[in-house]
């Protein structure tokens, strides 16, 4: 509800740029207190990172119905969000369980990290191309 709301008032761009930028800023100190044992700070780093992802969330949800005319965009919206989810979905805990596993808890952190800045690359982009695309028609 927040990231819609915003997204809103100050545009969806803006909201996942906002969100994405404060999670990559907090990322690593929410997580070291998240992992220093006591509940309070297991508590605020998940409350913490919940709030800004959902945020995020919020706001995308609006910007993925910009990305696709209208004619395809229920079919284009659930092919790319299945297809998606579903390689994520199913890689991701094998892979972060390997790399945990060898390397540690700061491969994950660092992986997570890229992971935010590929996100705020692709929304810079995305952004571009948008501009791009309703200037020229």
Known sequence: ALGGYF??????????????????????????????GSLDGLSLFLLSSSIL???????????????????????????SYNLTYAVVGGLTPVALATLFHQRGLSSVSTLSLLILAAALCAILLSKASVNKTSRSS
Do not use: N
């Open 7 to 36: 997204s809103d008032r100050i545009g969806e761009h803006k909201v996942m740029l906002i969100s994405l930028l404060a999670l990559a800023i907090l990322w690593l100190p929410l997580t070291d207190i998240g992992l220093r």
């Open 53 to 79: 992802f959902g945020v995020y969330v919020g706001a995308a949800s609006s910007f993925f119905a910009t990305l696709f005319p209208s004619y395809i965009r229920a079919s284009a919206l659930s092919l």
